[in-house]
């Protein structure tokens, strides 16, 4: 088929061809907060990667990479959480994939959640970690965050596009807040 290219789940667009239809179409996106609960259940800690950007600054973010073609929310997920935090993760994904919350990207600066390449759904999960993640692909280093060292400041700078806004509402929701 034209514009296909054949990749680990099948076909998949071109990147000449996804950047076209980036342009024109929202795309769907997984996020997963890492989460490390205590034997209570409680929230612990919040786990996030640091990444370089493309200008050789640093920032925070999750978990979070496009659902393929053909690819259910749950091998998606598993694909990245794998992909950023390494086999020995141990990811806990629920039963039912019901996201934590829905964020939605827009390629326009402004308040909330921005992607400057695309319009994006992005379905967000909070997903306990049970094992050791270790940084994988773009990821120089992967922190744990108690709730309260999440929500210093300088700390919260260095998130960018939105994911502030998500750790925000995972420590509102299980009220770690403040």
């Known amino acids: 088929m034209a514009g296909l290219a054949s990749g680990d789940q ?3 667009l071109t990147p000449y061809d996804l950047d076209e ?3 024109k179409v929202p795309m769907v996106y997984v996020e997963a907060l890492p989460l490390r609960l205590g034997h209570d259940g409680e929230l612990e800690a919040v786990g996030m990667l640091l990444t370089a950007t493309e200008h050789g600054g640093l920032q925070r973010s999750f978990v979070s990479g496009r659902v393929l073609f053909h690819e259910t929310l749950r091998e998606a997920l598993t694909r990245h959480l794998v992909k950023d935090l390494g086999a020995m993760a141990f990811p806990r994904l629920p039963a039912s994939l019901q996201p934590f919350t ?22 967000v999960y909070a997903v306990p970690i049970d094992g050791e993640p270790t940084p994988q692909d773009d990821a120089l280093d992967f922190s744990w965050f108690t709730p ?3 929500m210093d400041p300088l700390l919260l700078e260095e998130m960018v596009d939105g994911h502030a806004q998500l750790l925000t509402h995972l420590l509102a929701t299980v009220g770690r807040l403040g």
Request: charge should be positive; hydrophobic fraction near 35%.
């Open 102 to 123: 829905v964020a939605q990207y827009f390629p326009t600066p402004g308040p909330g959640f921005h992607d400057p390449r695309q319009h994006s759904v992005a379905l």
């Open 10 to 12: 099948g076909p998949w």
């Open 148 to 150: 309260a060292d999440a």
């Open 21 to 23: 239809v980036r342009r």
